[in-house]
Protein backbone atom coordinates (compact mmCIF):
# COMPACT_ATOMS: atom_id res chain seq x y z
CA UNK A 1 0.00 0.00 0.00
CA UNK A 2 1.02 3.80 -0.89
CA UNK A 3 -0.15 5.14 2.73
CA UNK A 4 -0.66 4.69 6.20
CA UNK A 5 -3.02 1.79 6.73
CA UNK A 6 -4.15 3.24 9.91
CA UNK A 7 -5.44 6.52 8.15
CA UNK A 8 -7.72 7.43 5.84
CA UNK A 9 -5.91 9.16 2.74
CA UNK A 10 -6.18 13.00 2.06
CA UNK A 11 -8.97 12.50 -0.55
CA UNK A 12 -11.13 10.17 1.49
CA UNK A 13 -11.10 12.77 4.50
CA UNK A 14 -14.02 15.04 5.02
CA UNK A 15 -13.59 18.97 3.67
CA UNK A 16 -14.11 21.65 6.01
CA UNK A 17 -17.56 22.75 4.37
CA UNK A 18 -19.19 19.22 5.14
CA UNK A 19 -17.52 18.74 8.51
CA UNK A 20 -20.98 18.57 10.20
CA UNK A 21 -21.81 16.22 7.79
CA UNK A 22 -21.92 12.71 9.69
CA UNK A 23 -24.00 9.85 10.21
CA UNK A 24 -26.37 9.33 12.96
CA UNK A 25 -28.87 11.98 11.44
CA UNK A 26 -32.48 10.52 9.71
CA UNK A 27 -32.07 10.91 5.94
CA UNK A 28 -34.38 13.96 5.54
CA UNK A 29 -32.46 15.65 7.77
CA UNK A 30 -28.69 14.62 6.37
CA UNK A 31 -30.71 16.11 2.84
CA UNK A 32 -31.25 19.23 3.66
CA UNK A 33 -27.73 19.91 5.82
CA UNK A 34 -26.24 18.24 2.60
CA UNK A 35 -28.24 20.67 0.45
CA UNK A 36 -27.79 23.59 2.44
CA UNK A 37 -23.49 22.93 2.74
CA UNK A 38 -23.24 22.65 -1.22
CA UNK A 39 -23.88 26.01 -1.18
CA UNK A 40 -20.63 27.07 1.31
CA UNK A 41 -18.93 24.80 -0.86
CA UNK A 42 -19.58 26.72 -4.56
CA UNK A 43 -19.19 30.02 -2.69
CA UNK A 44 -15.69 28.69 -1.52
CA UNK A 45 -14.61 27.16 -4.98
CA UNK A 46 -16.24 30.05 -6.99
CA UNK A 47 -13.15 32.60 -5.57
CA UNK A 48 -11.07 30.58 -6.88
CA UNK A 49 -12.05 30.18 -10.31
CA UNK A 50 -10.70 31.93 -13.33
CA UNK A 51 -12.79 35.49 -14.93
CA UNK A 52 -12.82 33.26 -17.81
CA UNK A 53 -15.72 31.27 -16.33
CA UNK A 54 -17.37 33.22 -13.98
CA UNK A 55 -17.04 37.29 -13.69
CA UNK A 56 -16.77 38.52 -10.73
CA UNK A 57 -20.18 40.74 -11.16
CA UNK A 58 -21.73 37.04 -11.08
CA UNK A 59 -20.40 35.87 -8.17
CA UNK A 60 -21.05 38.88 -6.53
CA UNK A 61 -24.72 38.28 -7.02
CA UNK A 62 -24.42 34.94 -6.26
CA UNK A 63 -26.48 33.31 -8.19
CA UNK A 64 -24.24 30.57 -9.11
CA UNK A 65 -23.89 29.54 -5.72
CA UNK A 66 -27.50 28.07 -4.64
CA UNK A 67 -26.04 24.82 -4.36
CA UNK A 68 -28.10 21.88 -5.22
CA UNK A 69 -32.03 21.60 -4.78
CA UNK A 70 -32.93 18.74 -2.11
CA UNK A 71 -33.99 16.57 -5.55
CA UNK A 72 -30.34 16.54 -6.80
CA UNK A 73 -29.50 15.46 -3.30
CA UNK A 74 -31.99 12.37 -2.85
CA UNK A 75 -30.41 10.92 -5.87
CA UNK A 76 -27.24 10.42 -3.92
CA UNK A 77 -24.11 10.79 -5.85
CA UNK A 78 -25.60 11.11 -9.55
CA UNK A 79 -27.45 14.15 -8.01
CA UNK A 80 -24.79 15.79 -6.45
CA UNK A 81 -22.53 15.43 -9.00
CA UNK A 82 -19.54 18.45 -8.76
CA UNK A 83 -20.76 18.48 -5.02
CA UNK A 84 -19.62 14.96 -4.11
CA UNK A 85 -16.31 14.54 -1.86
CA UNK A 86 -15.51 11.14 -1.00
CA UNK A 87 -15.38 12.35 2.69
CA UNK A 88 -19.03 11.51 2.58
CA UNK A 89 -20.04 8.60 0.86
CA UNK A 90 -21.30 6.59 3.76
CA UNK A 91 -23.95 9.76 3.90
CA UNK A 92 -24.55 9.68 0.68
CA UNK A 93 -25.07 6.01 0.53
CA UNK A 94 -27.40 5.83 3.58
CA UNK A 95 -29.60 8.66 1.11
CA UNK A 96 -29.06 5.89 -1.73
CA UNK A 97 -30.30 3.24 0.17
CA UNK A 98 -33.67 5.61 0.17
CA UNK A 99 -33.70 5.92 -3.54
CA UNK A 100 -36.94 4.53 -5.28
CA UNK A 101 -34.54 2.73 -8.20
CA UNK A 102 -32.60 0.83 -5.26
CA UNK A 103 -35.85 0.31 -2.96
CA UNK A 104 -37.62 -0.94 -6.23
CA UNK A 105 -34.69 -3.14 -7.06
CA UNK A 106 -34.19 -4.62 -3.65
CA UNK A 107 -37.86 -5.66 -3.15
CA UNK A 108 -37.64 -8.00 -5.75
CA UNK A 109 -34.46 -9.52 -4.90
CA UNK A 110 -35.59 -10.20 -1.52
CA UNK A 111 -39.29 -10.97 -2.48
CA UNK A 112 -38.43 -14.99 -1.52
CA UNK A 113 -37.54 -14.39 1.46
CA UNK A 114 -39.09 -14.66 5.14
CA UNK A 115 -39.75 -11.78 7.12
CA UNK A 116 -37.18 -12.47 9.59
CA UNK A 117 -34.67 -12.07 6.77
CA UNK A 118 -36.08 -8.71 5.64
CA UNK A 119 -36.05 -7.62 9.13
CA UNK A 120 -32.32 -8.27 9.30
CA UNK A 121 -31.52 -5.98 6.77
CA UNK A 122 -33.35 -3.61 7.80
CA UNK A 123 -31.79 -3.96 11.90
CA UNK A 124 -28.54 -3.63 10.02
CA UNK A 125 -29.01 -0.21 7.62
CA UNK A 126 -30.51 1.05 10.94
CA UNK A 127 -27.16 -0.11 12.88
CA UNK A 128 -24.92 1.46 10.11
CA UNK A 129 -27.01 4.50 10.30
CA UNK A 130 -26.11 4.92 13.87
CA UNK A 131 -22.62 4.56 13.79
CA UNK A 132 -22.73 1.15 15.52
CA UNK A 133 -20.69 -0.50 12.82
CA UNK A 134 -19.51 -3.84 14.47
CA UNK A 135 -23.31 -4.23 14.95
CA UNK A 136 -23.93 -3.51 11.68
CA UNK A 137 -21.64 -5.95 10.13
CA UNK A 138 -22.80 -9.15 12.18
CA UNK A 139 -26.13 -8.01 10.71
CA UNK A 140 -24.91 -7.69 7.55
CA UNK A 141 -22.98 -10.97 7.35
CA UNK A 142 -25.87 -12.76 8.78
CA UNK A 143 -28.24 -10.83 5.76
CA UNK A 144 -25.42 -11.75 2.64
CA UNK A 145 -25.65 -15.70 4.30
CA UNK A 146 -29.42 -15.45 3.32
CA UNK A 147 -29.71 -13.62 0.50
CA UNK A 148 -26.34 -12.96 -1.11
CA UNK A 149 -27.53 -11.63 -4.31
CA UNK A 150 -28.46 -8.70 -2.44
CA UNK A 151 -25.51 -6.46 -3.82
CA UNK A 152 -26.48 -3.60 -1.31
CA UNK A 153 -25.58 -5.58 0.95
CA UNK A 154 -22.20 -6.00 -0.16
CA UNK A 155 -21.88 -2.24 -0.53
CA UNK A 156 -22.74 -1.45 2.75
CA UNK A 157 -20.46 -3.94 4.35
CA UNK A 158 -17.38 -3.07 1.36
CA UNK A 159 -18.06 0.91 3.31
CA UNK A 160 -17.95 0.51 6.69
CA UNK A 161 -14.29 -1.50 6.01
CA UNK A 162 -13.44 1.22 3.56
CA UNK A 163 -14.25 3.97 5.77
CA UNK A 164 -14.63 2.30 8.96
CA UNK A 165 -12.31 -0.44 10.00
CA UNK A 166 -9.61 0.63 7.41
CA UNK A 167 -9.48 -2.70 6.09
CA UNK A 168 -8.98 -1.67 2.24
CA UNK A 169 -8.44 -5.55 1.11
CA UNK A 170 -11.57 -6.44 2.51
CA UNK A 171 -13.50 -3.53 1.48
CA UNK A 172 -12.39 -4.57 -2.09
CA UNK A 173 -13.66 -7.71 -1.77
CA UNK A 174 -17.33 -6.70 -1.20
CA UNK A 175 -17.39 -4.16 -3.52
CA UNK A 176 -15.89 -6.97 -6.22
CA UNK A 177 -19.09 -8.68 -4.97
CA UNK A 178 -21.25 -5.76 -5.40
CA UNK A 179 -20.51 -5.04 -8.80
CA UNK A 180 -20.71 -9.31 -9.97
CA UNK A 181 -24.30 -9.07 -8.18
CA UNK A 182 -25.40 -5.42 -9.20
CA UNK A 183 -24.35 -6.23 -12.78
CA UNK A 184 -27.52 -8.17 -14.31
CA UNK A 185 -30.06 -5.68 -12.05
CA UNK A 186 -28.81 -2.22 -12.40
CA UNK A 187 -25.81 -0.43 -14.56
CA UNK A 188 -25.67 2.71 -11.77
CA UNK A 189 -25.07 0.56 -9.31
CA UNK A 190 -22.69 -1.56 -10.55
CA UNK A 191 -20.84 1.86 -11.96
CA UNK A 192 -21.27 3.18 -8.32
CA UNK A 193 -19.53 0.16 -6.70
CA UNK A 194 -16.83 0.06 -9.66
CA UNK A 195 -16.23 3.61 -8.47
CA UNK A 196 -15.51 2.50 -4.79
CA UNK A 197 -12.98 -0.05 -6.09
CA UNK A 198 -11.10 2.49 -8.30
CA UNK A 199 -10.99 4.61 -5.27
CA UNK A 200 -9.19 1.52 -3.43
CA UNK A 201 -7.35 0.98 -6.31
CA UNK A 202 -5.96 4.38 -5.83
CA UNK A 203 -5.15 4.10 -1.95
CA UNK A 204 -2.81 0.78 -3.45
CA UNK A 205 -1.23 3.27 -5.89
CA UNK A 206 -1.97 0.79 -9.02
CA UNK A 207 -3.56 3.97 -10.66
CA UNK A 208 -3.90 2.35 -14.04
CA UNK A 209 -6.43 -0.34 -12.72
CA UNK A 210 -8.17 2.64 -11.02
CA UNK A 211 -8.50 4.36 -14.38
CA UNK A 212 -10.24 1.23 -16.03
CA UNK A 213 -12.75 0.88 -13.14
CA UNK A 214 -13.83 4.30 -13.98
CA UNK A 215 -14.06 3.86 -17.14
CA UNK A 216 -16.07 0.78 -16.88
CA UNK A 217 -18.60 3.28 -14.87
CA UNK A 218 -18.51 5.61 -17.44
CA UNK A 219 -19.74 2.97 -19.96
CA UNK A 220 -22.57 1.31 -18.25
CA UNK A 221 -23.60 4.84 -17.15
CA UNK A 222 -22.39 7.52 -19.86
CA UNK A 223 -24.51 10.08 -17.87
CA UNK A 224 -22.84 9.72 -14.29
CA UNK A 225 -20.96 12.96 -14.18
CA UNK A 226 -18.35 12.19 -11.30
CA UNK A 227 -17.67 8.80 -12.80
CA UNK A 228 -16.36 10.98 -15.87
CA UNK A 229 -14.67 13.31 -13.64
CA UNK A 230 -12.56 10.43 -11.27
CA UNK A 231 -11.78 9.37 -14.85
CA UNK A 232 -9.93 12.22 -15.89
CA UNK A 233 -8.27 12.48 -12.18
CA UNK A 234 -6.69 8.92 -12.84
CA UNK A 235 -5.69 9.90 -16.24
CA UNK A 236 -4.06 13.04 -15.07
CA UNK A 237 -2.22 10.75 -12.46
CA UNK A 238 -1.25 8.82 -15.52
CA UNK A 239 0.15 11.87 -17.31
CA UNK A 240 -2.69 11.89 -19.79
CA UNK A 241 -3.10 15.16 -20.84
CA UNK A 242 -5.66 14.34 -23.94
CA UNK A 243 -7.88 12.13 -22.03
CA UNK A 244 -7.64 14.65 -19.43
CA UNK A 245 -8.99 17.13 -21.21
CA UNK A 246 -11.48 15.34 -22.93
CA UNK A 247 -13.02 14.04 -20.04
CA UNK A 248 -13.16 17.39 -17.72
CA UNK A 249 -14.86 18.77 -21.10
CA UNK A 250 -17.70 15.46 -20.79
CA UNK A 251 -17.84 16.40 -16.91
CA UNK A 252 -18.05 20.59 -17.39
CA UNK A 253 -21.17 20.11 -20.33
CA UNK A 254 -22.63 17.63 -17.81
CA UNK A 255 -22.74 19.72 -14.70
CA UNK A 256 -21.04 23.07 -15.08
CA UNK A 257 -19.78 23.30 -11.64
CA UNK A 258 -16.96 20.85 -11.97
CA UNK A 259 -15.47 23.86 -13.79
CA UNK A 260 -14.98 25.19 -10.03
CA UNK A 261 -14.09 22.13 -8.75
CA UNK A 262 -11.15 21.41 -11.44
CA UNK A 263 -9.98 24.76 -10.76
CA UNK A 264 -9.43 23.95 -6.86
CA UNK A 265 -8.40 20.21 -7.34
CA UNK A 266 -4.60 19.51 -6.75
CA UNK A 267 -4.45 16.43 -9.01
CA UNK A 268 -4.60 18.81 -12.06
CA UNK A 269 -2.37 21.19 -11.05
CA UNK A 270 0.10 20.13 -13.87
CA UNK A 271 -2.14 20.74 -16.52
CA UNK A 272 -3.52 24.48 -16.03
CA UNK A 273 -2.21 25.62 -19.56
CA UNK A 274 -4.31 22.68 -20.80
CA UNK A 275 -7.34 23.54 -18.84
CA UNK A 276 -7.16 27.53 -19.22
CA UNK A 277 -7.35 26.65 -22.92
CA UNK A 278 -10.12 24.49 -22.61
CA UNK A 279 -12.03 27.36 -20.28
CA UNK A 280 -11.37 29.31 -23.10
CA UNK A 281 -12.47 27.04 -25.69
CA UNK A 282 -15.87 26.55 -23.56
CA UNK A 283 -16.58 30.26 -23.32
CA UNK A 284 -15.64 31.05 -27.10
CA UNK A 285 -18.09 28.30 -27.91
CA UNK A 286 -20.85 29.45 -25.84
CA UNK A 287 -20.31 33.17 -26.82
CA UNK A 288 -20.30 31.97 -30.56
CA UNK A 289 -23.74 30.11 -29.59
CA UNK A 290 -25.26 33.17 -27.37
CA UNK A 291 -24.44 35.40 -30.47
CA UNK A 292 -25.85 33.27 -32.65
CA UNK A 293 -29.17 33.41 -30.98
CA UNK A 294 -29.30 36.92 -30.58
CA UNK A 295 -28.67 37.71 -33.78
CA UNK A 296 -31.87 35.63 -34.60
CA UNK A 297 -33.91 36.88 -31.45
CA UNK A 298 -32.88 40.47 -31.68
CA UNK A 299 -34.73 41.27 -35.01
CA UNK A 300 -37.77 39.15 -33.52
CA UNK A 301 -37.62 40.93 -30.09
CA UNK A 302 -37.60 44.20 -31.88
CA UNK A 303 -40.67 43.56 -34.58
CA UNK A 304 -42.38 42.18 -31.42
CA UNK A 305 -42.09 45.43 -29.42
CA UNK A 306 -42.81 47.60 -32.97
CA UNK A 307 -46.17 45.28 -32.78
CA UNK A 308 -47.01 45.87 -29.48
CA UNK A 309 -45.86 50.08 -29.94
CA UNK A 310 -48.81 50.16 -32.45
CA UNK A 311 -51.28 48.93 -30.28
CA UNK A 312 -50.12 50.95 -27.09
CA UNK A 313 -52.92 53.33 -27.32
CA UNK A 314 -55.37 50.59 -27.76
CA UNK A 315 -54.52 48.60 -24.94
CA UNK A 316 -52.42 48.52 -22.10
CA UNK A 317 -49.65 45.84 -21.95
CA UNK A 318 -46.74 45.77 -19.67
CA UNK A 319 -42.92 45.15 -21.35
CA UNK A 320 -41.33 45.76 -18.27
CA UNK A 321 -40.35 42.03 -18.07
CA UNK A 322 -39.38 42.12 -21.98
CA UNK A 323 -37.36 44.83 -21.20
CA UNK A 324 -35.84 43.55 -18.10
CA UNK A 325 -34.87 40.08 -19.66
CA UNK A 326 -33.35 42.04 -22.62
CA UNK A 327 -31.36 44.04 -20.58
CA UNK A 328 -30.06 40.98 -18.61
CA UNK A 329 -29.30 39.39 -21.60
CA UNK A 330 -26.71 42.32 -22.95
CA UNK A 331 -25.49 42.79 -19.39
CA UNK A 332 -24.60 39.00 -19.44
CA UNK A 333 -23.03 39.26 -23.10
CA UNK A 334 -21.05 42.29 -21.64
CA UNK A 335 -19.51 40.37 -18.89
CA UNK A 336 -17.93 37.99 -21.48
CA UNK A 337 -17.73 34.67 -19.34
CA UNK A 338 -18.65 31.44 -19.78
CA UNK A 339 -21.23 31.11 -16.96
CA UNK A 340 -22.78 34.66 -18.21
CA UNK A 341 -22.78 32.90 -22.12
CA UNK A 342 -24.86 29.72 -20.52
CA UNK A 343 -27.03 31.87 -18.62
CA UNK A 344 -28.17 33.51 -22.06
CA UNK A 345 -28.48 30.20 -23.71
CA UNK A 346 -29.69 28.20 -21.33
CA UNK A 347 -32.14 30.05 -19.57
CA UNK A 348 -32.35 33.74 -20.95
CA UNK A 349 -33.61 32.92 -24.31
CA UNK A 350 -36.33 30.50 -23.48
CA UNK A 351 -37.10 33.43 -20.87
CA UNK A 352 -37.74 35.41 -23.83
CA UNK A 353 -39.59 33.48 -25.82
CA UNK A 354 -41.87 32.88 -23.34
CA UNK A 355 -42.54 36.45 -22.39
CA UNK A 356 -43.16 36.96 -25.67
CA UNK A 357 -45.63 33.91 -25.47
CA UNK A 358 -47.29 35.27 -22.85
CA UNK A 359 -47.50 39.03 -23.88
CA UNK A 360 -49.07 36.96 -27.30
CA UNK A 361 -51.74 35.78 -24.52
CA UNK A 362 -52.25 38.82 -23.14
CA UNK A 363 -52.69 41.75 -25.99
CA UNK A 364 -54.53 39.77 -28.05
CA UNK A 365 -56.80 38.46 -25.29
CA UNK A 366 -57.71 42.27 -25.07
CA UNK A 367 -57.78 42.77 -28.38
CA UNK A 368 -60.48 40.27 -28.76
CA UNK A 369 -62.09 41.36 -26.10
CA UNK A 370 -62.33 44.69 -28.40
CA UNK A 371 -63.47 43.35 -31.26
CA UNK A 372 -66.12 41.41 -29.37
CA UNK A 373 -67.40 44.96 -28.10
CA UNK A 374 -67.27 46.15 -31.46
CA UNK A 375 -69.04 43.04 -32.67
CA UNK A 376 -71.82 43.64 -29.61
CA UNK A 377 -72.10 47.23 -31.16
CA UNK A 378 -72.73 46.50 -34.70
CA UNK A 379 -75.32 44.18 -33.23
CA UNK A 380 -76.58 47.01 -31.55
CA UNK A 381 -76.85 49.44 -34.33
CA UNK A 382 -78.69 46.75 -36.34
CA UNK A 383 -80.76 45.64 -33.71
CA UNK A 384 -81.67 49.69 -33.63
CA UNK A 385 -82.43 49.78 -36.79
CA UNK A 386 -84.63 46.94 -36.89
CA UNK A 387 -86.56 48.49 -33.79
CA UNK A 388 -87.02 52.04 -35.48
CA UNK A 389 -88.22 49.67 -38.53
CA UNK A 390 -90.61 48.32 -36.58
CA UNK A 391 -91.57 51.33 -35.22
CA UNK A 392 -92.36 52.76 -38.10
CA UNK A 393 -94.55 50.62 -39.09
CA UNK A 394 -96.56 51.03 -36.29
CA UNK A 395 -96.42 54.51 -36.28
CA UNK A 396 -98.22 54.94 -39.89
CA UNK A 397 -99.89 51.87 -39.38
CA UNK A 398 -103.04 54.14 -38.92
CA UNK A 399 -102.99 55.46 -43.23
CA UNK A 400 -103.98 51.96 -44.20
CA UNK A 401 -107.33 51.20 -42.52
CA UNK A 402 -108.34 55.43 -42.71
CA UNK A 403 -107.92 55.15 -46.54
CA UNK A 404 -109.39 52.15 -46.69
CA UNK A 405 -112.32 53.60 -44.96
CA UNK A 406 -112.49 56.94 -46.68
CA UNK A 407 -112.41 54.49 -49.91
CA UNK A 408 -115.08 52.39 -49.01
CA UNK A 409 -117.56 55.87 -48.18
CA UNK A 410 -116.80 57.32 -51.50
CA UNK A 411 -117.35 53.98 -52.88
CA UNK A 412 -121.12 53.72 -51.38
CA UNK A 413 -121.04 57.32 -51.93
CA UNK A 414 -120.89 56.93 -55.57
CA UNK A 415 -122.90 53.64 -55.98
CA UNK A 416 -125.71 55.81 -54.13
CA UNK A 417 -125.22 58.91 -56.45
CA UNK A 418 -125.24 57.04 -59.68
CA UNK A 419 -127.76 54.41 -58.59
CA UNK A 420 -131.46 53.77 -59.67
CA UNK A 421 -132.94 55.48 -56.95
CA UNK A 422 -131.13 58.66 -57.45
CA UNK A 423 -133.52 61.45 -58.46
CA UNK A 424 -130.89 62.73 -61.42
CA UNK A 425 -131.13 59.15 -62.73
CA UNK A 426 -134.97 58.92 -63.08
CA UNK A 427 -135.13 58.58 -66.63
CA UNK A 428 -132.46 56.65 -67.39
CA UNK A 429 -132.14 53.10 -68.05
CA UNK A 430 -132.45 50.87 -64.81
CA UNK A 431 -129.90 47.95 -65.86
CA UNK A 432 -127.55 50.53 -67.52
CA UNK A 433 -128.10 52.32 -64.36
CA UNK A 434 -127.41 49.61 -61.51
CA UNK A 435 -123.86 48.48 -63.30
CA UNK A 436 -122.81 52.08 -62.83
CA UNK A 437 -123.60 51.97 -59.38
CA UNK A 438 -122.14 48.58 -58.61
CA UNK A 439 -119.35 49.55 -60.84
CA UNK A 440 -118.84 53.13 -58.69
CA UNK A 441 -118.49 50.77 -55.40
CA UNK A 442 -115.76 48.41 -56.64
CA UNK A 443 -113.79 51.08 -58.57
CA UNK A 444 -113.65 54.27 -56.22
CA UNK A 445 -112.69 52.51 -53.34
CA UNK A 446 -110.05 50.36 -55.28
CA UNK A 447 -108.14 53.42 -56.47
CA UNK A 448 -108.73 54.94 -52.82
CA UNK A 449 -107.24 52.12 -51.41
CA UNK A 450 -104.43 51.92 -53.85
CA UNK A 451 -104.07 55.94 -53.69
CA UNK A 452 -103.66 55.20 -49.67
CA UNK A 453 -101.07 52.45 -49.64
CA UNK A 454 -98.87 54.37 -52.01
CA UNK A 455 -98.60 57.44 -49.52
CA UNK A 456 -97.90 54.48 -46.76
CA UNK A 457 -95.07 53.51 -48.93
CA UNK A 458 -93.72 56.51 -49.70
CA UNK A 459 -93.75 57.96 -45.77
CA UNK A 460 -92.57 54.20 -44.17
CA UNK A 461 -89.87 53.74 -46.89
CA UNK A 462 -88.49 57.72 -46.72
CA UNK A 463 -88.31 56.85 -42.67
CA UNK A 464 -86.47 53.50 -43.01
CA UNK A 465 -84.25 54.54 -45.93
CA UNK A 466 -83.00 57.44 -43.63
CA UNK A 467 -82.74 54.74 -40.33
CA UNK A 468 -80.68 52.51 -42.58
CA UNK A 469 -78.51 54.95 -44.09
CA UNK A 470 -77.58 56.41 -40.19
CA UNK A 471 -77.14 52.48 -39.23
CA UNK A 472 -75.15 51.74 -42.06
CA UNK A 473 -73.24 54.89 -41.42
CA UNK A 474 -72.09 54.17 -38.12
CA UNK A 475 -71.30 50.65 -38.82
CA UNK A 476 -68.79 52.02 -41.60
CA UNK A 477 -67.26 53.86 -38.99
CA UNK A 478 -66.63 50.74 -36.73
CA UNK A 479 -65.64 48.05 -39.17
CA UNK A 480 -62.23 49.60 -40.40
CA UNK A 481 -61.71 49.12 -36.75
CA UNK A 482 -62.51 45.81 -36.28
CA UNK A 483 -60.33 44.99 -39.32
CA UNK A 484 -57.69 46.72 -37.70
CA UNK A 485 -57.83 45.21 -34.09
CA UNK A 486 -58.22 41.92 -36.21
CA UNK A 487 -54.88 42.54 -38.33
CA UNK A 488 -52.94 43.05 -35.01
CA UNK A 489 -54.28 39.84 -33.70
CA UNK A 490 -53.32 37.90 -37.14
CA UNK A 491 -49.58 39.27 -36.51
CA UNK A 492 -49.04 39.29 -33.03
CA UNK A 493 -50.17 35.62 -33.33
CA UNK A 494 -47.92 35.07 -36.65
CA UNK A 495 -44.82 36.41 -34.33
CA UNK A 496 -45.01 34.66 -31.74
CA UNK A 497 -45.64 31.68 -34.00
CA UNK A 498 -42.12 32.18 -35.45
CA UNK A 499 -40.72 33.38 -32.43
CA UNK A 500 -41.68 30.50 -30.62
CA UNK A 501 -40.18 28.01 -33.55
CA UNK A 502 -36.58 29.28 -33.29
CA UNK A 503 -34.55 26.45 -32.26
CA UNK A 504 -32.33 27.75 -29.28
CA UNK A 505 -28.65 26.99 -29.72
CA UNK A 506 -27.46 25.26 -26.70
CA UNK A 507 -24.71 23.07 -25.83
Not at 16 to 22: G, K, L, R, T, V
Not at 93 to 106: A, F, M, P, T
Not at 294 to 299: D, P, Q, R, W
Not at 454 to 463: D, F, L, P, S
Request: proline share 2%; with cysteine.
Amino acid sequence: MSLNANNLAPWERKKEYYSNIQLGKDVKTQIEILSRQTKAMHEAQLAQTSATIVSQERISEGIDSLGYGINNVTRGIAGLQASFEWGISEVVWQIEQNRKELRNILEVLSAPLDTQAKELRKRAEEAYANGWFEDALTDFFESEEKNRYDFSIHISIGMIYLFNQLNREKALEYFDKAIKYASPKSNYYTSFALLHKALIKRDFGVIEESENCARKAIELSPGFAEAVYQCAQYNAMLNRPEEVINLLERAILLDTNYCEKVSSDEVFDHFRPQINKLFENLRRTEGDKARKNLEVFSNLVNEFESLLEEIQNIVEVSVDKLHACTARITECMHRNSYRDYLEVNQRLIRELQSIVHSLRLDSTSKLSLLVQSYGQDISRIVSEKNTEVSNTDNLYSWILPLGSVISLFLGLRGCWVRGPGAPEAIHRDFIAELFSALGALIWIPAVGIFITWVIYKIVTEGVKSSSASSANSQIARVKPTVARLEEFIKNISASDEHFSSVVVHER
